[in-house]
């Protein structure tokens, strides 16, 4: 199983990144997907979560409207548009898949390698 996260970068507070996460070896349209992040010294953080068929989304507090998650199945692809970006959302970003999309990252099986978004001016 691979999941390769992509997108990440260095953009200015109020901006937008496009993160992209495409699945290989699994049944990708069977599983939940989710977006975690992580400082350096803090634990792994939940973002965002989207069920198996991407009609329901689950976001975290923080997101408050700013981030979007969606996926493409026949593409195996999962999407995380971040709009109105802060400084404190600067983190590593991880693609995860679960069996449901649940908060808590211990129940996740797989994880992509993870993307670097830093905001900055």
């Known amino acids: 199983v691979q999941l390769q996260a992509s997108g990440g970068g260095l953009v200015q507070p109020g901006g937008s990144l496009r993160l992209s996460c495409e699945a290989s070896?699994?049944?990708?349209?069977?599983?939940?997907m989710a977006w975690f992040r992580q400082v350096p010294g803090k634990e792994r953080e939940f973002v965002a979560a989207?069920?198996?068929?991407?009609?329901?989304?689950y976001d975290a507090d923080f997101v408050k409207g700013r981030f979007i998650i969606s996926r493409d199945n026949p593409k195996n692809m999962v999407y995380l548009q971040m709009n109105s970006l802060k400084p404190e959302d600067t983190a590593v970003y991880y693609c995860?898949?679960?069996?449901?999309?649940?908060?808590?990252?211990?129940?996740?099986?797989?994880w992509g390698q993870g993307t670097q978004v830093t905001v900055s001016s």
């Open positions: 070896g699994l049944p990708f349209s069977t599983y939940a």
């Open positions: 995860a898949a679960a069996s449901f999309p649940l908060r808590a990252s211990e129940m996740y099986n797989y």
């Open positions: 989207i069920d198996r068929s991407g009609i329901n989304t």
